[in-house]
């Protein structure tokens, strides 16, 4: 900063003036009027579709019309409303990435190319996953949930965790918990962020151990996904060094090959049989990836597979919104199912268990709410922001793209046949595991205009090159097939099998990605921890220290997986809900610590735009915990279920419900009290953070609390519009700054 | 191509496409290097880093930062 110092001349304002925002952001011009009408219109007519009108089957561009527009909507006037009265940014201070610049990890970014760098690092396999298993209850709870739940919760959390980070030099959340709520609250909250992020990483583990159990062509293509990206990471490392984008378009020719490779492996009758694993061994050599990748150089692994993971995702993703609106567009792409399904008033569904109130509400995690996100949201992004104003974009307009996501993903869902689907996921146990088994068990569910035969089963598998698609529970496998039935319209009928190897294929990559990255973050956390008693454990250089942690780290998840991999109940249907459990509760924690920091900030008449979803949270959470805990029904209730085998087994009993050998039982009493233990420790622990956050909210109200532990201002030297468009007044200060001071400006994005 | 509308028009895919392939450049992080120069010239002292060199420094640098990937 000293060149600064010496500067006499006088810069151009850092930001416009606040009065010539509002009057800008309040001008209703007869264009602004039609355009925002029209969407209000659309959306409208959307929702009546939605809601009132169908009949038959549902064209499925009404879903993607009505989220889009109550997006645009509660981005337009929602979020100015947090901007206002919460979060009040001040463009004349400087921001992490200005103050403390330092080439690295603290580099003003353009917002439009942070925007997608923050919707790279916050959607992957979450938001594709949860809304088709939440399938099982129809379309409408779903739909309504990952809309209203993303523009009143999901979002809100996400630019307030941005936007505090970012005033307090990108702290983490665990940071900022301490910090604000004191030594009991902030313990409790790193305590709780480090078991919910193995749970987490241990049943994404378990999504793409289930996907690709039993499956040759699956097993091949994502493994060579390891290969790939080692010469990628060699290429990078020694030949030439930055090229980033021409590296992941290699990666992804040579991805396509391995896919197309993987049809030879399946039809081989030799490889096949090499690639044919069964779902435990996968377990286990996912286990060891997991601590092979965490304690390799991160330039050999992590980082190019960061790149093609990045790379696939927006490429899938603008893929799939093109393919829903077109195929929508020209009405190949109908829904023919129940909005509401006879299982919404039950609580025992085949694909999950427990009634719609709470567990719809955290089988969808991601895409409504996700508390992951708030772990990126405050230590990466913040130190990329360049103003600001530019948070509400990146927080609040990110997390409503990776709702739109879930979005595609429920409609992929629907467009499966009813019938396949209930096939598909519900557990073994159940299907029997034969196309004629699975058959009767569907039919005999008694759901309306379902009647699935086992050669439609059997036609289905041959459809995508798989031995079978019966019980291949976890949701990945469905949205490939869902996927892969829009591609096939839109492409050719003979790709079907390619096109579901493809989604399959990065569903795991996104998956894998995740669980590296998880596994480093959730070591440092640990060695972190320990260093407060041992310090040699803070030196993170230290070998024998992170090979001991990251040991540490991937037993934990890993046994976890084997737990479910074993699971003779299904696994997915009794875990997935404790990822969603975990997942909204540390969003509950996000919230809370937000709430004690806007408290501190002044805020008061408006803490209920914090509060309203932090409540809804706690109460779902807290309320599918005590079911999970206290529910006498062994389907839903852990101990209960654990106290039935147990019973079983004292009475001496060879079998019991869906486990069949002495075994089986055993298993099923081991991961019932693992499942119920993990349940109770979470629940506790959020109630601690969230109680802390209440007391703090108290104090401050009672003006007894200790001040916030803001950053001291430092004022800005630079100048960027806040939206995607520069308005005319900001194109006007823009032009002051590039004729005056254009070294100030970021470069790149484009103009 | 002749038409003067549909050469506009080629011009106007041609700068668009140059734009999606500008951007997904960026997002992948491939201008960080120009980040970094940029960042150098206000603020670093004596030469600095090649493209080679800056690009070890930063898988350096997130061996020891890990960025969370999410769900």
């Known amino acids: ?751 | 191509m002749s038409t003067p509308a549909a050469s506009w028009s080629l011009r106007r895919l041609g700068v668009g496409l140059g734009a999606g392939w500008r951007y997904l450049k960026a997002v992948l992080g491939e201008d960080r290097y120009d980040g970094y120069l940029a960042w150098h010239r206000s603020h670093g002292k004596g030469a600095p880093m090649t493209a080679a060199e800056y690009w070890r420094s930063r898988t350096d640098h997130q061996e020891a930062h890990p960025e969370g990937r999410c769900c």
């Open chain 1, 1 to 751: 900063m000293s060149e600064s110092g010496t500067q006499t001349r006088e810069l151009p304002s850092p930001t416009i003036a606040v009065e010539a925002q509002e009057s800008e952001h309040r001008r209703w011009t007869p264009k602004k009027i039609i355009v925002w009408g029209a969407i209000g219109l659309l959306g409208a007519v959307a929702w009546a579709m939605i809601a009132i009108v169908r009949g038959e089957s549902i064209n499925a561009i009404w879903f993607v019309f009505a989220a889009v527009c109550s997006y645009l909507i509660a981005y337009r006037f929602y979020s100015k409303v947090i901007e206002r009265f919460i979060t009040k940014p001040d463009d004349r201070r400087a921001t992490p990435a200005e103050y403390a610049a330092n080439g690295q990890d603290f580099m003003p970014t353009d917002r439009r190319v942070l925007f997608g760098h923050h919707f790279a690092a916050i959607a992957g396999a979450g938001p594709l996953v949860g809304p088709v298993l939440a399938a099982q209850m129809g379309w409408l709870p779903g739909t309504v949930w990952i809309i209203v739940g993303v523009i009143l919760a999901g979002a809100v959390q996400d630019y307030l965790v941005l936007f505090f980070s970012m005033r307090r030099k990108g702290r983490s959340l665990g940071q900022m918990a301490r910090d604000e709520l004191g030594r009991v609250g902030g313990t409790a909250a790193i305590l709780a962020t480090l078991l919910i992020m193995l749970i987490i990483v241990a049943i994404l583990a378990l999504v793409v151990v289930n996907a690709l159990g039993e499956s040759p062509w699956g097993v091949f293509s994502v493994a060579m996904t390891i290969p790939i990206a080692l010469f990628m990471g060699c290429y990078l490392r020694f030949w030439r060094p930055g090229k980033v984008t021409e590296v992941s378009i290699i990666g992804f020719v040579l991805l396509l090959a391995a896919i197309i490779g993987g049809q030879f492996v399946s039809q081989s009758p030799v490889l096949s049989e090499v690639f044919t694993l069964d779902k435990l061994t996968i377990a286990w050599l996912i286990v060891v990836y997991g601590f092979i990748a965490a304690v390799l150089p991160v330039w050999l692994l992590l980082a190019p597979r960061d790149y093609l993971s990045t790379f696939m995702k927006i490429g899938t993703i603008v893929m799939l919104a093109v393919a829903i609106v077109i195929s929508g567009l020209v009405g190949k792409a109908m829904i023919n199912a129940p909005a509401i399904s006879e299982f919404a008033g039950r609580d025992d569904g085949p694909v999950w268990s427990g009634p719609l109130f709470p567990f719809l509400f955290v089988t969808i995690a991601c895409g409504a709410l996700s508390g992951f996100h708030a772990l990126i949201a405050s230590g990466t992004t913040p130190k990329l922001v360049e103003k600001e104003r530019q948070t509400r974009l990146i927080g609040y307009g990110g997390m409503l793209m990776e709702s739109f996501v879930a979005i595609m993903a429920l409609v992929a869902a629907f467009s499966i046949d009813r019938g396949i689907f209930f096939a598909m996921n519900s557990p073994a146990s159940l299907t029997g595991g034969t196309p004629e088994t699975a058959a009767a068990f569907v039919n005999g569910l008694g759901l309306t205009g379902v009647n699935v035969t086992p050669e439609m089963l059997t036609a289905t598998a041959e459809s995508v090159g798989e031995e079978s698609v019966i019980s291949r529970t976890g949701g990945a496998p469905t949205l490939a097939l869902g996927l892969s039935q829009i591609m096939q319209q839109l492409t050719h009928s003979g790709l079907t099998a390619f096109w579901y190897h493809f989604a399959i294929m990065f569903e795991a990559l996104f998956i894998l990605t995740a669980v590296d990255a998880g596994t480093r973050v959730a070591r440092f956390q640990l060695q972190e921890s320990l260093g407060n008693f041992l310090p040699r454990f803070r030196d993170t250089s230290w070998k024998i220290g992170s090979w001991v942690c990251t040991a540490i780290m991937v037993l934990g998840w890993g046994a976890i997986l084997v737990l479910g991999v074993t699971d003779p109940l299904g696994g997915i249907n009794t875990f997935f809900p404790l990822f969603g459990i975990a997942n909204q509760l540390l969003a509950a924690i996000a919230l809370s610590v937000c709430l004690a920091i806007a408290a501190k900030g002044g805020v008061r008449r408006w803490l209920w735009i914090i509060a309203v979803p932090l409540t809804f949270t706690t109460v779902v959470t807290v309320t599918g915990s005590l079911y999970k805990i206290f529910s006498p029904v062994p389907g839903v209730g852990y101990f209960a279920q654990n106290a039935a085998f147990r019973k079983a087994i004292a009475d001496g009993k060879e079998s019991f419900g869906t486990a069949k050998t002495p075994e089986a039982m055993a298993a099923v009493v081991r991961n019932t009290a693992v499942q119920g233990t993990l349940s109770v420790v979470f629940v506790v622990l959020s109630v601690i953070v969230i109680a802390a956050a209440v007391v703090s909210v108290i104090k401050t109200l009672r003006g007894v609390s200790s001040p916030s532990s803001e950053e001291p201002i430092t004022t800005s030297e630079t100048f960027a519009p806040a939206g995607f468009l520069p308005t005319p007044r900001e194109k006007d200060l823009l032009g002051e700054w590039e004729s005056r001071a254009p070294e100030k400006l970021t470069a790149g994005g484009g103009h």
